[in-house]
């Protein structure tokens, strides 16, 4: 091997510029709009949201603009099957099923909303206390969840049915005494977690109040565990409102909601298939939607998930 | 050293972790030295030998089980006022040794580095605050446009350097580096360091600096001090301790820096260690380094040894160096 000679003159020195080194390429997004922007990549959690826009639309208009209210009994159109005036059908008291279902959609939503929204706040000021008074008072906190956990959900909930009277407050209720559980479990958790992060123990070094840690670095940092899991609340609170109308121990006559529905359908299934099925495909658009927007939004409100 | 010289006096310190019924973690085990005005006080030691555990401890996230840290004469473990305490933390800030859990990544990089200066009200208005932002993103060689940006979109090297950007928004005379280099690769590392010792010739600080990379330490510190299980085994200006270690750990450590000459470096004797570090937890009273120490006698195994100035501003703990060398 001969080595080949390369003159100096041919070295030009390479000029860094030192802006140019530190620069960053990427263009300057708040977290709102990168989470949008990677929630928009994830085409079936698009799909999910649009639905869920539609199905709530449905929900807040459809039985303004039925030509039937979801009580008016007409005994000449018993049973009938879908039709022009009659999208849904009629159902056995010949009330329109297409108000109904909205009704039902209506009502299932709410309680589903404030079940979630009461477990939300619960379960977030249980959770957040809990780890970050630690010792002894978190001992105790979580002796009280295991209390909670041990009961089953059922028997609180039929034990409430037989003093409370029937309605959606009740049921609203019986969610929330053990659902928000799992959010304080998992706020606890996360807080535990950032409490011993550096950036926490920055914090406090510099001389931020306590206040301030909890507003500006524990909070922020728990936003998308709580956002997620109250995702997840939203279609279990509408599947358990829909178990407990099913068995009887829901709503009352003549209100509906997507269980009670499902309950009157499924009595005569064989010979008027269609007030089962209607009823039943919202129910599961519903929870199938949640459970995907749930997913996607988890993937893009994790900022370390970015690329 | 004249006593107005000493900024941080550190004095038979300790810090036990309950880690079980009748089970103590010492990690400080009565730790004394002194920081002066304006140097940089290096402290090595391998993993798990309670230097972050001091570091945190001098800087109060800790509370200390025994002994004193006093800091400008002010006992930072005792009883002050609020008012004092809070201006005790501008005054001592500490550097983090990951640069990716260091800074919250729900924050824009403009917050991060002014939670100092809103926490000590240092700015007057808004636009007050954005300039001081822009400025210490100068001084560590970022630029204004990073004001805006979210952490995650940083390297290693640069988030490192908005940590120290935020340490310094508050004005601080004492710094506490907790191995700020350690997760940087060596390239970066170079650029820190030079960052940190332009920082300190312009802004008169103080560093303790802990490491575990010993030709780093000896580059930066002007005094390096030497631990071993939760006690100080060494302390010597850095020359001295580079050129003449006493202690049999020193000796061992230094043995083990790589030379950068390949000649040199096959000719070169390490000393070598028996076992591995006991477990921290319940030690019996000897000297810490007896398990592993070549040289140990029966004494070392009986009682733990006292600091002794075998030279002047030379420190060590060692059965050994009972007298000084003939």
């Known amino acids: 091997m001969t080595k080949t000679e390369i003159p100096q003159e041919l070295f030009v020195k390479a000029e860094v510029d030192k802006e140019a080194r530190e620069h960053i390429a ?31 639309l449905l929900a807040l208009f459809g039985p303004v603009f039925a030509k039937h209210t979801f009580f008016d009994t007409d005994y000449s159109q018993i049973y009938k099957s879908p039709s022009a005036a009659y999208p849904f059908g009629t159902d056995q008291f010949g009330r329109d099923q297409w108000a109904r279902i909205w009704q039902g959609t209506r009502i299932s939503l ?88 550096e950036f926490v123990l920055a914090a406090r070094v510099l001389g931020t109040s306590n206040r301030e840690i909890i507003l500006k670095h524990l909070i922020p940092n728990t936003v998308g565990v709580i956002v997620i899991n109250a995702m997840f609340d939203i279609p279990s609170a509408i599947f358990t409102e829909a178990f407990l109308s099913f068995i009887g121990i829901g709503l009352a006559e003549p209100n509906a909601s997507l269980g009670v529905l499902i309950n009157n359908g499924y009595h005569v299934l064989q010979n008027f298939p269609y007030l089962l099925i209607f009823p039943a ?27 | 050293m004249p006593e ?78 609020a008012a004092q305490s809070h201006e005790l933390s501008r005054r001592m800030q500490m550097i983090f040794q990951d640069p ?98 332009k920082l ?24 390096v001090g030497v631990m071993y299980l939760g006690s100080m085994a060494e302390l010597a200006e850095s020359r001295e301790l580079f050129d003449n270690p006493l202690h049999p750990y020193t000796q061992a450590l230094l043995s083990a820096i790589p030379l950068p000459d390949p000649d040199l470096e096959q000719s070169r004797s390490r000393v070598p260690l028996q076992g591995s570090i006991p477990s921290p937890i319940n030690l019996p009273e000897c000297c810490h380094f007896c398990s592993r120490c070549p040289k140990a006698t029966e004494q070392c195994r009986k009682e733990a040894p006292k600091m002794v100035e075998v030279k002047p501003g030379h420190f060590v703990a060692c059965h050994l160096m009972k007298s000084p060398q003939a």
């Open chain 1, 26 to 56: 990427r263009p300057n997004l708040t977290a709102f709009q990168d989470g949008w922007l990677r929630l928009k990549k994830n085409k079936a959690a698009v799909c999910s949201l649009f639905i869920l826009i539609i199905v709530i």
């Open chain 2, 200 to 223: 300190q010739e312009e802004r008169k600080l103080t560093y303790l600096f802990i490491a575990h990379d010993l030709s780093m330490v000896k580059y930066i510190s002007d005094r």
């Open chain 1, 110 to 197: 709410l309680i589903a909303f404030t079940a979630a929204f009461i477990d939300l706040f619960i379960g977030v000021t249980f959770g957040a206390v809990s780890a970050l008074f630690g010792g002894k008072v978190d001992a105790v906190m979580q002796r009280i969840i295991e209390v909670l956990v041990g009961v089953p959900q059922l028997i609180i909930v039929i034990l409430l049915m037989m003093v409370m009277p029937a309605g959606i407050w009740t049921i609203v209720l019986a969610l929330s005494i053990t659902g928000w559980v799992n959010m304080a479990r998992l706020v606890r958790a996360q807080i535990l977690k950032l409490k011993s992060q």
């Open chain 1, 281 to 307: 495909l919202v129910i599961i658009l519903i929870m199938v939607c949640f459970s995907i927007l749930g997913d996607g939004l988890r993937d893009a409100l994790d900022p370390r998930m970015r690329q």
């Open chain 2, 100 to 197: 990716y859990a260091s800074l919250n990544p729900r924050m824009k990089v403009m917050d991060i580095i002014a939670e100092g200066i809103d926490a000590h009200h240092l700015a007057k208005s808004a636009q007050e605050r954005a300039q001081m932002v822009v400025d210490l993103l100068e001084v560590v060689g970022l630029q204004e446009e990073h004001a805006n940006r979210f952490p995650h979109e940083f390297s290693g090297g640069q988030r490192q350097r908005i940590g120290i950007a935020r340490a310094l928004a508050v004005n601080p005379d004492f710094v506490i580096a907790d191995e700020p280099i350690s997760a940087l690769d060596v390239s970066i590392q170079a650029q820190v360091i030079n960052l940190l010792k």
């Open chain 2, 4 to 81: 107005e010289k000493v900024i941080l006096q550190v004095k038979n310190l300790k810090r036990y972790f309950n880690v079980g019924k009748n089970q103590t973690l010492k990690a400080v085990d009565d730790v004394s030295f002194s920081i002066y005005r304006g140097e940089t006080f290096g402290l090595v030691g391998e993993s798990g030998c309670g230097k972050s555990t001091l570091g945190r401890t001098i800087i109060r996230l800790y509370g200390a089980t025994g002994g004193s840290v006093r800091f400008d004469g002010a006992d930072v473990h005792g009883k002050m006022s």
